[in-house]
């Protein structure tokens, strides 16, 4: 568990095509800076938002390791709009665990969100989906999540591999801290195909096609016995037509 697997780290100006050709794609953090043209420092200012997130009262393992927040935002061109707080929803078809409830996480703060490197973010990845799909307007999801070893494990995807039922996925890993594990698998929805990778690299992002990919992420463990260990990432989820639930009146 305690192996690292490089990742297959992509140029950003092959970003599209990787996306188009594998339907993924791993940026390093120099290239995630690249990609949405933001400063390290821009970047870092956002990571103190991370000591302040409440636990997830939704696991149904019973466990006590994920604590996370959530924001919304439509996307029409360069015009980024929050809207107003709603609840996270899945499909069962999508999240066989956690799936067909409303997950009412608590809001992101004014310390996140007021942050400059925010909305560049945000458009960032709308602005790839574009690119993907095709201009519309977007429909954006923000979580970011602190995974710790309480109870000497904690699970990043409790629900498994997965898809979010979305267009683009981007997972940013922010931070590991005194950890093992945490390896990134992602799989071809309908195909053989498959990698395995570790994220390390602060700021390193790993961008998915959802409708093409299955992703999941392994449990992390303590490094040293005794020790508290974590691992912080901020997960963006872009969606046409509208947010998942919104057709079924949640």
Known sequence: MSALWSPPYTSPND???????????VLDAAGVRAWLGVPA???????P??????????????????????????IDGEAVQPVPHRAHYQPVEYNAL???????????????????????????????????????????????????????IGRPTPEGAHRDGVDVVAVFLLR??????????VFEADGPRGQRFTL??????LLLDDA???????????LREGELGWRDTLVLTVRGG?????????
Not at 15 to 25: D, E, R, T, W
Not at 176 to 185: D, M, N, W
Not at 242 to 250: A, I, K, P, S, W
């Open 41 to 47: 420092e821009a970047l870092q200012a956002l990571e």
């Open 212 to 222: 093409r990919m299955i992703h999941e992420t392994t449990p992390i463990q303590p």
């Open 15 to 25: 970003c599209l095509m990787a996306l188009q050709n594998q339907g993924f794609a």
């Open 98 to 152: 956690h799936g067909g409830m409303r997950r009412w996480f608590a809001p992101l703060t004014p310390a996140l969100t007021a942050q400059p490197a925010w909305p560049r973010l945000l458009l960032g990845v709308a602005r790839l989906a574009s690119a993907l799909r095709g201009p519309q307007p977007w429909f954006v999801e923000a979580h970011s999540f602190r995974i710790d070893t309480t109870g000497g």
């Open 49 to 74: 938002a991370w000591d302040d997130l409440p636990p997830d009262e939704y696991l149904k393992d019973g466990g006590r390791y994920r604590r996370r927040r959530h924001g919304c935002y439509r």
């Open 176 to 185: 590991r801290h005194a950890i093992k594990g945490g390896e990134s698998r």
């Open 242 to 250: 509208g947010f998942l639930g919104d057709d079924e009146g949640v």
């Open 200 to 205: 390390t690299e602060p700021w390193s992002a």
